[in-house]
Nanobody, 124 residues
Framework: QVQLVESGGGLVQAGGSLRLSCEAS????????MGWFRQAPGKEREFVAT????????YYADSVKGRFTIARDSAKNTVYLQMNSVKPEETEVYLC?????????????????WGQGTQVTVSS
């Protein structure tokens, strides 16, 4: 069982930066592929980024490539999402997810554990 707790959301101006954190419980954090998703009210959950376990390969949605960076600190059981040059349309709840699957996982159905999410609001 893994429990995930996101933090770092808040209000940021368009073009600004924000770093989200996701702290995981459990002793084998490094053995999980981690992902970040986002969801606006009334919309489907959208893949943002993922980082695989063992090799730490990263993969991003086209919409955030070059602006967002996912990274993990296994010593702190934490995965981060650095968000730069944010846009007003990226005002959503951002959720962290974990899976024991290897490789790149982009579908919501591929993840076994989810956090509650953290709200990011981008003002124009």
């Amino acid at each position: 069982q893994v429990q995930l707790v996101e933090s770092g959301g808040g209000l940021v101006q368009a073009g600004g930066s924000l770093r989200l954190s996701c702290e995981a419980s459990g002793r084998t954090f490094s053995a999980y592929t981690m992902g970040w998703f986002r969801q606006a009210p009334g919309k489907e959950r959208e893949f943002v980024a993922t980082i695989t376990w063992r090799s730490d390969i990263t993969y991003y949605a086209d919409s955030v490539k070059g602006r967002f960076t996912i990274a993990r600190d296994s010593a702190k059981n934490t995965v981060y999402l650095q968000m730069n040059s944010v846009k007003p349309e990226e005002t959503e709840v951002y959720l962290c997810a974990a899976t024991r699957k290897t490789g790149i996982v982009v579908l919501t159905t591929g993840y076994d554990y989810w956090g509650q999410g953290t709200q990011v609001t981008v003002s124009s």
